[in-house]
């Protein structure tokens, strides 16, 4: 059964930091291209950063500089570190999976407020 669980959302103050995992299980994980994506309240969801299988990676504009994504293909898992936090962070991050196939994990949430 595939499986993608994030975890590492919760408040922080603005300008503060946050560090996001997404698990993977179910599938050949080091094979497929990952990303972290957000959903705002009443917004479409956007792409935040893609990794590849041989570790490139890719950020929307306005995240570059503030976030880095990784992964550990040893433990079926991508990171997102999330530096420098502003109030319009705050958002549903979610975890996505595309080779063949396209899965998502259900999110998780990050508010940045004071």
């Known amino acids: 059964q595939v499986q993608l669980v994030e975890s590492g959302g919760g408040l922080v103050q603005p300008g503060g930091s946050l560090r996001l995992s997404c698990a993977a299980s179910?599938?050949?994980?080091?094979?497929?291209?990952m990303s972290w994506y957000r959903q705002a309240p009443g917004k479409e969801r956007d792409l935040v950063a893609t990794?590849?299988?041989?570790?490139?990676?890719n950020y929307a504009d306005s995240m570059k500089g503030r976030f880095t994504i990784s992964r550990d293909n040893a433990k079926n898992t991508v990171y997102l570190q999330m530096n420098s936090l502003k109030p319009e962070d705050t958002a549903v991050y979610y975890c996505?999976?595309?080779?063949?196939?396209?899965?998502w994990g259900r999110g998780t949430q990050v508010t940045v407020s004071s």
């Open positions: 996505k999976a595309v080779l063949a196939r396209v899965y």
């Open positions: 179910g599938f050949t994980f080091s094979n497929y291209v």
């Open positions: 990794i590849t299988n041989t570790k490139s990676t």
